[in-house]
Protein backbone atom coordinates (compact mmCIF):
# COMPACT_ATOMS: atom_id res chain seq x y z
CA UNK A 1 0.00 0.00 0.00
CA UNK A 2 1.01 3.38 -0.21
CA UNK A 3 2.24 5.88 2.07
CA UNK A 4 -0.84 8.59 1.71
CA UNK A 5 1.22 11.38 3.75
CA UNK A 6 4.50 10.84 1.55
CA UNK A 7 2.36 11.08 -1.47
CA UNK A 8 0.21 13.62 -1.15
CA UNK A 9 3.42 15.28 -0.04
CA UNK A 10 5.19 14.66 -3.18
CA UNK A 11 2.54 15.76 -5.06
CA UNK A 12 2.43 19.07 -3.04
CA UNK A 13 6.19 19.13 -3.41
CA UNK A 14 5.31 18.78 -7.52
CA UNK A 15 2.56 21.49 -7.11
CA UNK A 16 -0.33 20.01 -6.95
CA UNK A 17 -2.11 21.34 -4.27
CA UNK A 18 -5.62 22.50 -5.79
CA UNK A 19 -7.55 19.88 -5.54
CA UNK A 20 -11.52 19.01 -6.49
CA UNK A 21 -13.59 16.09 -7.01
CA UNK A 22 -16.57 13.79 -5.96
CA UNK A 23 -15.75 11.01 -3.27
CA UNK A 24 -15.44 7.27 -3.56
CA UNK A 25 -14.28 4.31 -1.47
CA UNK A 26 -11.33 3.56 -2.88
CA UNK A 27 -10.33 7.53 -2.91
CA UNK A 28 -10.86 7.90 0.33
CA UNK A 29 -7.62 8.77 2.06
CA UNK A 30 -6.28 10.66 -0.83
CA UNK A 31 -9.13 13.09 -0.23
CA UNK A 32 -8.62 12.99 3.13
CA UNK A 33 -5.50 14.08 2.40
CA UNK A 34 -6.16 16.47 0.20
CA UNK A 35 -9.11 18.38 2.77
CA UNK A 36 -6.43 18.05 5.34
CA UNK A 37 -3.40 19.82 3.81
CA UNK A 38 -4.47 21.41 0.32
CA UNK A 39 -7.18 23.58 -1.40
CA UNK A 40 -10.00 20.81 -1.89
CA UNK A 41 -13.25 21.97 -3.85
CA UNK A 42 -16.32 19.83 -3.13
CA UNK A 43 -17.87 19.60 -6.61
CA UNK A 44 -21.57 18.50 -6.90
CA UNK A 45 -20.52 16.11 -10.05
CA UNK A 46 -17.06 15.46 -11.55
CA UNK A 47 -17.79 17.48 -14.24
CA UNK A 48 -18.04 20.33 -12.60
CA UNK A 49 -15.06 19.26 -10.91
CA UNK A 50 -12.84 19.44 -14.02
CA UNK A 51 -14.19 22.41 -14.68
CA UNK A 52 -13.65 24.07 -11.29
CA UNK A 53 -9.80 22.67 -11.89
CA UNK A 54 -9.31 23.97 -15.36
CA UNK A 55 -10.12 27.55 -13.91
CA UNK A 56 -7.89 26.83 -10.98
CA UNK A 57 -5.11 25.92 -13.82
CA UNK A 58 -5.89 29.22 -15.86
CA UNK A 59 -5.35 30.90 -12.53
CA UNK A 60 -2.13 29.43 -12.25
CA UNK A 61 -2.45 26.09 -10.16
CA UNK A 62 -1.76 23.00 -11.05
CA UNK A 63 -5.08 21.02 -10.53
CA UNK A 64 -6.03 17.46 -9.37
CA UNK A 65 -9.63 15.93 -9.73
CA UNK A 66 -10.36 13.10 -7.82
CA UNK A 67 -13.72 10.91 -9.04
CA UNK A 68 -15.48 7.13 -9.08
CA UNK A 69 -15.03 5.50 -12.57
CA UNK A 70 -18.79 6.35 -12.63
CA UNK A 71 -18.55 9.70 -12.56
CA UNK A 72 -15.50 9.46 -15.78
CA UNK A 73 -18.93 9.07 -17.58
CA UNK A 74 -19.79 12.54 -16.14
CA UNK A 75 -16.76 14.74 -16.70
CA UNK A 76 -16.31 13.51 -20.44
CA UNK A 77 -18.01 16.63 -21.85
CA UNK A 78 -15.52 18.72 -20.55
CA UNK A 79 -12.45 16.40 -20.90
CA UNK A 80 -13.42 16.59 -24.65
CA UNK A 81 -14.64 20.02 -25.31
CA UNK A 82 -13.02 21.81 -22.40
CA UNK A 83 -9.47 20.64 -21.87
CA UNK A 84 -8.84 19.03 -25.38
CA UNK A 85 -10.02 22.50 -27.73
CA UNK A 86 -8.27 24.65 -24.77
CA UNK A 87 -4.99 22.58 -24.05
CA UNK A 88 -5.47 22.64 -20.17
CA UNK A 89 -4.29 19.72 -18.29
CA UNK A 90 -5.76 18.42 -15.36
CA UNK A 91 -3.90 15.27 -13.13
CA UNK A 92 -6.67 12.87 -12.62
CA UNK A 93 -7.48 10.17 -9.89
CA UNK A 94 -10.28 7.24 -10.92
CA UNK A 95 -11.06 4.47 -9.17
CA UNK A 96 -11.33 0.74 -10.89
CA UNK A 97 -15.08 -0.04 -9.56
CA UNK A 98 -15.69 -2.78 -10.92
CA UNK A 99 -12.60 -4.78 -12.02
CA UNK A 100 -13.00 -7.66 -13.57
CA UNK A 101 -12.93 -10.82 -11.54
CA UNK A 102 -13.59 -8.98 -8.06
CA UNK A 103 -16.71 -8.88 -6.71
CA UNK A 104 -18.72 -5.38 -6.66
CA UNK A 105 -21.59 -3.64 -6.75
CA UNK A 106 -23.48 -4.69 -10.20
CA UNK A 107 -24.12 -1.00 -11.29
CA UNK A 108 -19.78 -1.10 -12.04
CA UNK A 109 -19.84 -3.95 -14.07
CA UNK A 110 -19.38 -2.20 -16.95
CA UNK A 111 -17.96 0.99 -16.03
CA UNK A 112 -15.25 -1.60 -14.61
CA UNK A 113 -14.92 -3.03 -18.55
CA UNK A 114 -14.47 0.11 -20.10
CA UNK A 115 -12.73 2.75 -17.79
CA UNK A 116 -9.31 2.57 -19.64
CA UNK A 117 -11.02 2.29 -23.08
CA UNK A 118 -12.47 5.52 -22.48
CA UNK A 119 -9.35 7.15 -20.87
CA UNK A 120 -7.78 5.60 -23.90
CA UNK A 121 -10.89 7.35 -26.29
CA UNK A 122 -10.72 10.73 -25.05
CA UNK A 123 -6.36 10.31 -25.61
CA UNK A 124 -5.36 11.09 -22.16
CA UNK A 125 -2.80 9.27 -21.28
CA UNK A 126 -2.74 7.23 -17.73
CA UNK A 127 -1.36 4.44 -16.14
CA UNK A 128 -2.55 1.88 -13.16
CA UNK A 129 -0.84 3.73 -9.91
CA UNK A 130 1.46 1.36 -8.25
CA UNK A 131 0.86 -0.11 -4.69
CA UNK A 132 4.65 0.22 -4.03
CA UNK A 133 5.64 4.01 -3.21
CA UNK A 134 8.81 4.26 -5.13
CA UNK A 135 7.68 2.93 -8.33
CA UNK A 136 4.62 5.29 -7.63
CA UNK A 137 6.77 8.43 -6.89
CA UNK A 138 8.35 7.53 -10.62
CA UNK A 139 5.00 7.38 -12.16
CA UNK A 140 4.38 11.03 -10.63
CA UNK A 141 7.23 12.01 -12.05
CA UNK A 142 6.13 10.63 -15.40
CA UNK A 143 2.40 12.77 -14.84
CA UNK A 144 4.39 15.91 -14.14
CA UNK A 145 5.97 15.45 -17.34
CA UNK A 146 2.86 15.40 -19.60
CA UNK A 147 1.23 17.91 -17.44
CA UNK A 148 3.87 20.43 -18.67
CA UNK A 149 3.10 19.42 -22.05
CA UNK A 150 -0.59 20.95 -21.55
CA UNK A 151 -1.81 16.94 -21.82
CA UNK A 152 -4.02 15.62 -19.08
CA UNK A 153 -2.61 12.71 -17.22
CA UNK A 154 -4.89 9.82 -15.33
CA UNK A 155 -3.96 7.05 -12.81
CA UNK A 156 -6.44 4.49 -12.49
CA UNK A 157 -6.60 3.61 -8.85
CA UNK A 158 -7.44 -0.14 -7.72
CA UNK A 159 -9.11 -1.20 -4.83
CA UNK A 160 -6.85 -0.67 -1.38
CA UNK A 161 -4.17 1.39 -3.04
CA UNK A 162 -3.67 3.64 0.14
CA UNK A 163 -3.07 3.70 3.68
CA UNK A 164 -5.61 5.29 6.20
CA UNK A 165 -5.79 9.11 6.63
CA UNK A 166 -7.85 10.43 9.05
CA UNK A 167 -9.70 13.39 8.44
CA UNK A 168 -9.50 15.94 10.53
CA UNK A 169 -12.37 18.25 11.16
CA UNK A 170 -13.98 19.87 8.23
CA UNK A 171 -14.62 23.76 8.06
CA UNK A 172 -18.39 23.95 7.51
CA UNK A 173 -18.97 26.43 5.13
CA UNK A 174 -22.23 28.13 5.95
CA UNK A 175 -23.88 31.01 4.05
CA UNK A 176 -26.47 32.40 3.49
CA UNK A 177 -27.97 35.56 1.22
CA UNK A 178 -28.41 39.03 2.51
CA UNK A 179 -29.84 40.21 0.03
CA UNK A 180 -32.70 39.76 -3.13
CA UNK A 181 -34.95 41.47 -4.80
CA UNK A 182 -37.51 39.48 -7.26
CA UNK A 183 -39.47 41.05 -10.52
CA UNK A 184 -41.41 44.00 -9.63
CA UNK A 185 -42.11 45.36 -13.06
CA UNK A 186 -42.23 44.04 -16.64
CA UNK A 187 -39.24 43.23 -18.22
CA UNK A 188 -37.54 45.26 -20.83
CA UNK A 189 -36.35 41.81 -23.12
CA UNK A 190 -33.02 43.49 -24.72
CA UNK A 191 -31.94 41.47 -27.17
CA UNK A 192 -28.50 39.45 -26.44
CA UNK A 193 -26.03 41.87 -28.16
CA UNK A 194 -27.37 44.52 -26.42
CA UNK A 195 -27.10 43.05 -23.15
CA UNK A 196 -23.27 41.71 -23.88
CA UNK A 197 -22.88 45.31 -24.99
CA UNK A 198 -23.92 46.70 -21.43
CA UNK A 199 -22.14 43.87 -19.66
CA UNK A 200 -18.97 44.60 -21.77
CA UNK A 201 -18.88 48.73 -21.22
CA UNK A 202 -18.70 48.02 -17.46
CA UNK A 203 -15.04 45.77 -17.78
CA UNK A 204 -11.86 47.44 -16.69
CA UNK A 205 -8.45 46.02 -16.83
CA UNK A 206 -9.08 44.22 -13.56
CA UNK A 207 -12.03 42.19 -15.14
CA UNK A 208 -12.13 38.83 -16.94
CA UNK A 209 -15.35 37.57 -19.09
CA UNK A 210 -16.32 34.04 -19.52
CA UNK A 211 -18.92 33.51 -21.75
CA UNK A 212 -20.84 30.17 -22.14
CA UNK A 213 -21.17 28.10 -24.92
CA UNK A 214 -22.95 28.94 -28.14
CA UNK A 215 -24.15 32.51 -29.58
CA UNK A 216 -23.11 34.17 -25.87
CA UNK A 217 -19.94 33.40 -26.88
CA UNK A 218 -20.30 34.14 -30.26
CA UNK A 219 -21.94 37.21 -29.63
CA UNK A 220 -19.47 38.52 -27.04
CA UNK A 221 -16.78 37.92 -29.40
CA UNK A 222 -18.72 40.19 -32.08
CA UNK A 223 -19.17 43.24 -29.40
CA UNK A 224 -15.28 43.16 -28.48
CA UNK A 225 -12.58 40.45 -28.57
CA UNK A 226 -10.23 41.08 -26.31
CA UNK A 227 -7.13 39.42 -24.19
CA UNK A 228 -9.64 39.41 -21.04
CA UNK A 229 -12.30 37.68 -22.49
CA UNK A 230 -12.90 33.30 -22.54
CA UNK A 231 -15.51 32.15 -25.47
CA UNK A 232 -17.05 28.85 -23.96
CA UNK A 233 -16.84 26.58 -27.30
CA UNK A 234 -18.46 22.77 -25.79
CA UNK A 235 -18.81 21.65 -21.92
CA UNK A 236 -22.13 23.11 -21.88
CA UNK A 237 -23.11 24.05 -18.09
CA UNK A 238 -19.09 24.23 -16.73
CA UNK A 239 -18.75 28.13 -17.40
CA UNK A 240 -19.74 29.08 -13.68
CA UNK A 241 -17.67 26.10 -12.39
CA UNK A 242 -15.20 27.44 -14.47
CA UNK A 243 -15.01 30.69 -12.98
CA UNK A 244 -15.15 29.44 -9.72
CA UNK A 245 -11.91 27.96 -9.96
CA UNK A 246 -10.29 31.02 -11.38
CA UNK A 247 -12.33 33.54 -8.55
CA UNK A 248 -10.72 31.51 -5.94
CA UNK A 249 -6.97 31.19 -7.16
CA UNK A 250 -6.94 34.68 -8.75
CA UNK A 251 -8.74 36.49 -5.69
CA UNK A 252 -7.12 40.15 -7.24
CA UNK A 253 -9.29 39.91 -10.69
CA UNK A 254 -13.14 40.81 -11.03
CA UNK A 255 -14.63 37.30 -12.75
CA UNK A 256 -17.77 38.25 -14.29
CA UNK A 257 -19.02 34.70 -15.53
CA UNK A 258 -21.88 35.11 -18.42
CA UNK A 259 -24.40 32.17 -18.16
CA UNK A 260 -27.48 30.71 -20.37
CA UNK A 261 -30.54 29.44 -18.96
CA UNK A 262 -30.30 26.40 -21.09
CA UNK A 263 -26.58 25.69 -19.64
CA UNK A 264 -27.43 26.41 -16.59
CA UNK A 265 -30.10 24.02 -16.34
CA UNK A 266 -27.88 21.12 -17.33
CA UNK A 267 -25.27 21.61 -14.31
CA UNK A 268 -27.37 23.67 -11.71
CA UNK A 269 -25.88 22.27 -8.47
CA UNK A 270 -22.61 24.13 -9.51
CA UNK A 271 -24.76 27.09 -7.91
CA UNK A 272 -24.65 24.87 -4.68
CA UNK A 273 -20.72 24.90 -4.72
CA UNK A 274 -20.41 28.36 -5.66
CA UNK A 275 -22.64 29.42 -2.68
CA UNK A 276 -20.79 27.26 -0.62
CA UNK A 277 -17.27 28.17 -1.21
CA UNK A 278 -18.49 31.96 -1.32
CA UNK A 279 -16.08 33.61 -4.17
CA UNK A 280 -16.93 37.45 -3.69
CA UNK A 281 -14.96 38.42 -6.73
CA UNK A 282 -17.44 36.36 -8.91
CA UNK A 283 -20.30 37.91 -10.62
CA UNK A 284 -22.66 35.07 -11.77
CA UNK A 285 -25.16 36.84 -14.87
CA UNK A 286 -27.94 34.99 -16.59
CA UNK A 287 -29.45 36.01 -19.58
CA UNK A 288 -32.18 33.67 -19.85
CA UNK A 289 -34.70 33.79 -23.09
CA UNK A 290 -36.25 30.18 -22.10
CA UNK A 291 -34.95 28.77 -25.76
CA UNK A 292 -32.02 26.66 -26.92
CA UNK A 293 -30.78 29.39 -29.13
CA UNK A 294 -27.90 27.85 -30.75
CA UNK A 295 -29.49 24.89 -31.78
CA UNK A 296 -32.87 26.29 -33.67
CA UNK A 297 -34.74 27.95 -30.80
CA UNK A 298 -35.87 24.84 -28.98
CA UNK A 299 -37.82 25.71 -25.76
CA UNK A 300 -35.68 25.02 -22.18
CA UNK A 301 -37.03 24.18 -19.64
CA UNK A 302 -36.79 27.18 -17.72
CA UNK A 303 -40.26 28.40 -17.56
CA UNK A 304 -41.51 27.21 -14.06
CA UNK A 305 -37.92 27.81 -12.73
CA UNK A 306 -37.20 31.10 -10.44
CA UNK A 307 -33.33 31.42 -10.63
CA UNK A 308 -33.27 34.08 -8.16
CA UNK A 309 -34.45 32.10 -5.45
CA UNK A 310 -32.23 29.56 -6.81
CA UNK A 311 -29.34 31.29 -6.19
CA UNK A 312 -30.58 32.91 -2.94
CA UNK A 313 -31.25 29.71 -1.32
CA UNK A 314 -27.58 28.27 -2.59
CA UNK A 315 -26.07 30.90 -0.59
CA UNK A 316 -25.62 33.61 -2.81
CA UNK A 317 -24.76 36.59 -0.96
CA UNK A 318 -26.75 38.96 -3.25
CA UNK A 319 -29.43 37.34 -5.86
CA UNK A 320 -31.34 39.73 -8.53
CA UNK A 321 -33.70 40.25 -10.99
CA UNK A 322 -32.69 42.77 -13.24
CA UNK A 323 -35.59 44.10 -15.50
CA UNK A 324 -33.81 46.35 -17.84
CA UNK A 325 -30.44 47.45 -18.91
CA UNK A 326 -30.08 50.60 -16.99
CA UNK A 327 -30.81 48.10 -13.89
CA UNK A 328 -28.14 45.81 -15.39
CA UNK A 329 -25.34 48.35 -15.44
CA UNK A 330 -26.07 50.17 -12.15
CA UNK A 331 -26.56 46.27 -11.09
CA UNK A 332 -22.68 45.78 -12.38
CA UNK A 333 -21.01 48.92 -10.94
CA UNK A 334 -22.37 48.10 -7.54
CA UNK A 335 -21.16 44.85 -7.23
CA UNK A 336 -17.83 46.14 -8.41
CA UNK A 337 -17.74 48.44 -5.48
CA UNK A 338 -19.48 46.30 -2.75
CA UNK A 339 -18.22 43.04 -3.87
CA UNK A 340 -19.22 39.68 -2.52
CA UNK A 341 -20.67 36.13 -4.64
CA UNK A 342 -23.64 37.75 -6.70
CA UNK A 343 -26.23 36.84 -9.13
CA UNK A 344 -28.02 38.78 -11.85
CA UNK A 345 -30.93 37.27 -13.65
CA UNK A 346 -31.79 38.96 -17.01
CA UNK A 347 -34.74 38.31 -19.14
CA UNK A 348 -33.56 38.70 -22.73
CA UNK A 349 -35.81 38.59 -26.10
CA UNK A 350 -35.48 35.04 -28.36
CA UNK A 351 -33.15 35.08 -31.40
CA UNK A 352 -29.94 36.36 -32.20
CA UNK A 353 -27.68 38.26 -35.22
CA UNK A 354 -28.00 37.55 -38.42
CA UNK A 355 -25.17 36.52 -39.75
CA UNK A 356 -23.65 35.68 -36.71
CA UNK A 357 -19.81 34.38 -36.89
CA UNK A 358 -17.42 32.50 -34.71
CA UNK A 359 -14.53 33.44 -33.42
CA UNK A 360 -11.47 33.75 -35.50
CA UNK A 361 -9.22 32.53 -32.98
CA UNK A 362 -8.75 29.31 -31.38
CA UNK A 363 -9.84 27.75 -28.06
CA UNK A 364 -6.05 27.12 -27.11
CA UNK A 365 -4.98 30.84 -28.36
CA UNK A 366 -7.91 32.25 -26.56
CA UNK A 367 -6.36 30.43 -23.46
CA UNK A 368 -2.83 31.87 -24.05
CA UNK A 369 -3.56 35.15 -24.12
CA UNK A 370 -6.29 35.04 -21.02
CA UNK A 371 -3.12 33.25 -19.38
CA UNK A 372 -0.82 36.36 -19.94
CA UNK A 373 -3.08 38.66 -19.61
CA UNK A 374 -4.00 37.32 -15.83
CA UNK A 375 0.20 36.88 -15.23
Not at 296 to 314: L, R
Request: glycine share 8%; net charge neutral; hydrophobic share 35%.
Amino acid sequence: MLNTNKFGNELKRLGFDFHSGVPCSFLTNLINYAINECNYIAAANEGDAVAIASGAYLGGRKPVVLMQNSGLTNAVSPLTSLNYPFQIPVLGFVSLRGEPGLTDEPQHELMGLITTQMLDLMQIKWQFLSPDNSIAMKQLEIANKWIEKKQPYFFVVKKGIFESEKLKIEKQFIYKNKEKSEKITADALPSRFDTLKVINGCKDENTVQLATTGKTGRELYEVEDCPNNLYMVGSMGCVSSFGLGLALTRKELDIVVIDGDGSLLMRMGSLATNGCYQPENMLHILLDNQTHDSTGGQSTVAHNVNFVDIAAACGYEKSSYIHSLDELENGIKEWKETKGLTFLYVKIAKGSRQNLGRPRISPSEVKTRLQRFIN
